[in-house]
């Protein structure tokens, strides 16, 4: 597995060993010895989650407050623009963002540690999204931050207005969010 990292240090480019042929293809998403030793983190994974969407959707920037969770994520069928966005008060690097296409063309996975807001644009017409997380999903513990925060600066790539959920258009802006310290 190829490790990069991203312009904050947490958040991690993982591209696993694609073994292909005329046939197709062959890849491990996951084997937790060699997630803990490209990556550096030792947290249990969970809980694995699959969201299907469609061109245009963009869900996030999500987090849970309590029960923070830190998000293995990667995407089965599409492209999608994935972002992490670094919501820690005490952090060097506070409100900053990253953002990187993740696609079945690429296999690229994200690693979003906890105390990050999550994010992601569907590029595709539509997009098969894979995530394992490091704590249970707790509605009650879960806060949205504005995808359109002009504090944070996301370059989303839109080519139109996004479609959101309801919960994602009551997004808070990253100066009255309830945050990590």
Request: a neutral charge; glycine letters at 8%.
């Amino acid at each position: 597995m190829k490790v990069t990292p991203t312009a904050i240090a947490e958040a991690l480019l993982l591209e696993p060993k694609v073994f292909g042929d005329a046939r197709g293809f062959f890849l491990e998403s996951f084997n937790q010895k060699v997630f803990e030793a490209a990556a550096g983190v030792r947290l249990p994974f969970v809980q694995d989650n699959h969201s299907r969407s469609g061109q245009g959707v963009l869900r996030g920037l999500h987090y849970q407050l309590r029960q923070p969770q830190g998000k293995l994520v990667r995407v089965a069928r599409g492209a999608v623009f994935d972002v992490a966005v670094d919501i820690r008060r005490g952090s060097a690097t506070f409100g900053r963002w990253v953002g990187a296409e993740l696609s079945e063309e690429n296999q690229r996975q994200m690693w979003v540690p906890p105390g990050f807001a999550h994010g992601f644009l569907v590029l595709s017409p539509l997009a098969d999204f894979l995530y394992k997380t490091t704590d249970y999903y707790a509605p009650e513990h879960e806060r949205c931050i504005a995808w359109d925060d002009p504090a944070i600066g996301i370059a989303w790539p839109l080519s139109a207005a996004p479609q959101l959920s309801a919960k994602d258009r009551q997004g808070q802006l990253l100066a009255a969010a309830e945050l990590f310290d």
